[in-house]
């Protein structure tokens, strides 16, 4: 029999958590965290946990996740990516370039409740397309919709966490009334739009063209804490593969029994 394909773990490698692996027969791969070795399946399965709760919090009880959105409207925050334009000399003409589109956008009515929603739906629409039918079925089956009723569920779930982030205000902004328009103006949050509509570009291209065209992209900041967690979704698809992805989406199938 030959066994030159089976793994003996009589070695190992070991990477951070930013290098690619593969295994190779004989061979255990191991991730540096922090100055201590894991294996790497056991990281592999407390990320997948992570992610799975952490998409369950959001699509089955969002005004809950709303922990997820601590910062969101932060003036240290917001100050950070000021102070972060600052010293970017490289991309100033870049950057005046999305400023401008992003004055355009506002001028003509991008900042609304109704636009945050349009970027949610658009988000989670594509995430859902990757999911195998069977596993959609029993995610929707969970959150009191369908297969045939994708959309519909899908523009449930994107208009309770748009309501929910228009509902929320601060010392500095509301929603509602159109304030949002003029304080995307403002300096700091400015550039946070910016930085993370290329951030989001960045992870995932797919999601970045799909919000491009109207703009959304430059919403993804008020809605990245809640969909960071479909974005890093697809990136494991991307990079790790649709297998990957599938075992993902039972976690989370597993994680939604419990709710």
């Known amino acids: 029999m030959d066994d030159s394909n089976m793994l003996t773990y009589d070695k190992k490698r070991t990477l951070s958590t930013q290098e690619s692996y ?17 294996p790497y399946t056991l990281y592999h399965t407390d990320k997948y946990m992570e992610l799975a709760h952490q998409i369950v919090e959001v699509i089955v009880s969002p005004d809950t996740a709303i922990g997820f959105m601590h910062g969101i409207i932060s003036v240290p ?14 991309n100033n003409f870049k950057r005046q370039g999305e400023t401008f589109r992003l004055l355009n ?3 003509n009515g991008l900042a609304n409740e109704n636009n945050i929603n349009k970027a949610i739906n658009k988000i989670l629409d594509c995430f859902y397309t ?23 569920t899908n523009s449930v779930i994107s208009g309770r966490i748009a309501t929910t982030i228009a509902g929320r205000s ?14 995307l103006l403002l300096g ?19 999601i970045y063209n799909l919000l491009y065209p109207d703009n959304l992209d430059l919403l993804y900041f008020l809605v990245e804490p809640l969909m960071e967690p479909f974005i890093e979704s697809m990136k494991i698809r991307e990079n790790e593969g649709q297998t990957a992805f599938n075992e993902l989406m039972e976690i989370v199938v597993d ?4 709710e």
């Open 22 to 38: 593969g295994i190779s027969p004989g061979e255990e791969i191991w991730l540096n965290q922090s100055g201590f070795e894991v």
């Open 77 to 90: 925050v917001d100050l950070v990516y000021l102070t972060r334009a600052v010293f970017d000399t490289e």
């Open 105 to 107: 956008a506002i001028k």
């Open 130 to 152: 990757y999911i195998p039918e069977k596993t959609r079925g029993k995610i929707y089956s969970r959150i009191g919709g369908s297969v045939a009723g994708r959309a519909i």
């Open 170 to 183: 601060s010392l500095y902004i509301k929603f509602k009334g159109g304030i949002i328009g003029n304080i």
């Open 188 to 206: 700091g949050m400015t550039e946070r739009a910016i930085y993370s509509s290329w951030g989001l570009n960045a992870d995932c291209p797919e």
């Open 255 to 258: 994680e939604i029994k419990k």
